[in-house]
């Protein structure tokens, strides 16, 4: 019982603190089965597939079906006095209780192409609705891999300043030592303090900085924020990819999300200039009824008695003159196509300033990562040589303190150079209308 109750225990920590180590990929997996983002996208185009429904049905005919009751007034009923007769003769009794039953079919015949317009412009809308929901699907894709890159940033940048504090503990007991043997005086032993005291605030920064990216990283996946996830922290593979700007910027006009829905709306734009212009066209509607009435007004004398009829035909309705009404409609129609040809021209401009841009970024990441990369071998080759000569006190703690401060930055550097390019080349693809995901 006992045992039962500690693998209980066990297992309630384990799920509030998960060992897993996400990889990027299962980052990315995570973060878009839970992103509301996608959801709200998703039931956008859910809610345009609708739209199309509902514009084909009109199409279609009309089934609707009318009942009502109604309670007239008693007054006298309708006789006839003739002079060879005494008494006047009734007509027809006085039915104060009407039971009405209609059935009514309709179908449009000729609308103007309004209808074959809307349903047209309908799944038009559709398609921009599927081209916005895959670049948010893309969009969140890159917020995932930027929460975490940031959080490898982090943790990379934390495990070297804990890896220094440990190394500059180690020089304070050795100095420690050299001052009691006199090799060393007590400013070179204040100095070596004030370095680690310097480093433990760094440490507390870090240590706050990898909570807040770790809570981002969360956020961004759908997870609790107060988790404690990790990450699988291995260094990126860098891949030297012959990346052209002029085939990432064809790419991009031809590809990208944002273009494939403006032009998606552009076309539904058209369709809805067409449908404005329907009402310059009559309307011609096929109409069937069947009444089923007591009394049924259709046949005399009245009885109160529930009897059918039905009437069929075909009705025409056509605006002759409404003052520019329907002008009107068409005008705003053409402007609102207007503005949405114009705004893609813009997108177009925006797209080929936001590739140049992202390509330049990415050329100057890689760059930074050779520099970076050679700046860490000098830094780590001559920390080892004044590390030695400190020991024989060769160096003075001045030289020490020197070289680690030097060897902490060139690691900042390598790192924040490395999570650059990730950053950079999936800005880039991106930017391309590549998937990123």
């Keep these: 019982m006992k045992k039962a109750i500690i693998l209980l225990i066990l297992l309630g920590l384990a799920d509030l603190y998960p060992q897993h180590k996400f990889t990027l990929e299962e980052s990315i997996q995570v973060g878009l089965k839970n992103s509301k983002n996608l959801k709200i996208s998703q039931s956008k185009l859910l809610g345009s597939e609708a739209k199309i429904s509902e514009t084909t049905s009109q199409l279609f005919p009309r089934l609707s079906f009318n009942a009502g009751y109604t309670r007239l007034s008693d007054i006298p009923p309708f006789e006839v006095k003739l002079p060879v007769l005494p008494a006047p003769v009734k007509i027809e009794d006085i039915v104060l209780n009407n039971y009405s039953l209609k059935l009514s079919l309709q179908q449009p015949l000729f609308t103007g192409f309004r209808l074959l317009s809307l349903r047209s412009a309908s799944e038009k809308f559709r398609d921009a609705f599927a081209a916005d929901y895959n670049k948010d699907i ?119 999300f944002e273009l494939l829905a403006l032009d998606s709306r552009v076309q539904a734009g058209n369709e809805n200039v067409s449908a404005a212009a329907s009402t310059w066209y009559p309307s011609i509607y096929l109409f069937s009824d069947y009444y089923y009435n007591r009394p049924n007004q259709r046949i005399m004398p009245t009885i109160d008695k529930f009897k059918d009829t039905w009437d069929a035909g075909v009705t025409l309705s056509w605006d002759i003159w409404n003052w520019g009404y329907n002008s009107s409609q068409v005008e705003q129609a053409r402007q609102n196509l207007n503005q949405l040809n114009t705004n893609k021209d813009l997108l177009k401009e925006n797209i080929e300033v936001e590739v140049y841009n992202n390509y330049m970024a990415l050329n100057a990441a890689r760059n930074k990562i050779e520099v970076a990369k050679t700046g860490l071998e000098q830094a780590d080759e001559n920390y080892r040589g004044i590390n030695e000569k400190y020991n024989v006190q060769y160096a003075t703690s001045t030289d020490l303190i020197d070289a680690e401060t030097s060897r902490l930055q060139s690691q900042t550097d390598l790192v924040n150079s490395l999570v650059d390019y990730e950053t950079a080349l999936a800005r880039l693809l991106k930017s391309a209308g590549k998937k990123i995901y």
């Design 138 to 256: 893309n969009e969140e894709a890159f917020n995932i891999i930027n929460a975490y890159w940031n959080y490898f940033k982090a943790q990379k940048l934390k495990n070297y300043i804990d890896e220094n504090l440990k190394q500059e503990d180690a020089h304070l007991t050795d100095t420690k030592n050299f001052l009691a043997n006199d090799l060393v005086t007590k400013n070179d032993l204040l100095k070596l303090e004030v370095q680690y005291a310097s480093l433990r605030l760094k440490q507390i920064e870090a240590e706050n900085n990898l909570n807040t990216a770790r809570a981002l990283f969360n956020k961004t996946l759908g997870l609790p924020i107060s988790d404690q996830t990790e990450i699988a922290e291995a260094d990126p593979k860098i891949e030297i990819m012959q990346l052209n700007y002029d085939s990432l910027l064809t790419s991009a006009l031809q590809s990208r």
